[in-house]
């Protein structure tokens, strides 16, 4: 619950530093609470089964900014792959984990 909290403080930051103006946006603090988005998310899916609903809720307002920020394709692709790259890189961590720690879990990595 405690991550859960932390995305969507991080997430309302994040839009918080966006609706101050465009002088504010790409500034140093829109940075930090874009990142602190992406760890919430990672974070959040990577404890429960809610962390999808959070993603779906997150992705939903992602979308919604991302139609009145569809001018600058630059910007989008920033606001769409900052906060999916915690989440892949604890997946990658999570699976070379489970291949070394036992025999029983080697099928999860496949033996190329």
């Known amino acids: 619950m405690i991550a859960t909290a932390f995305t ?36 959040t899916v990577s404890i429960k089964w809610v962390g999808l609903f959070t993603i779906a809720w997150v992705g939903a307002l992602t979308l919604v900014q991302l139609w009145v920020m569809l001018g600058d394709v630059k910007n989008v692709s920033v606001v769409c792959f900052l906060p ?5 890189s604890n997946h990658w961590l999570t699976i070379g984990l489970r291949s070394a720690s036992s025999p029983s879990t080697s099928w999860l990595v496949s033996s190329a």
């Not at 530093?17 to 602190?36: D, K």
């Not at 999916?84 to 892949?88: C, E, H």
């Open 8 to 43: 969507a403080f991080a997430f309302t930051s994040f839009t918080n530093q966006q609706e101050l103006g465009p002088s504010r946006a790409f500034g140093l603090s829109w940075w930090f609470w874009l990142a602190m988005t992406g760890l919430g998310l990672g974070m």
């Open 84 to 88: 999916f790259s915690p989440v892949a």
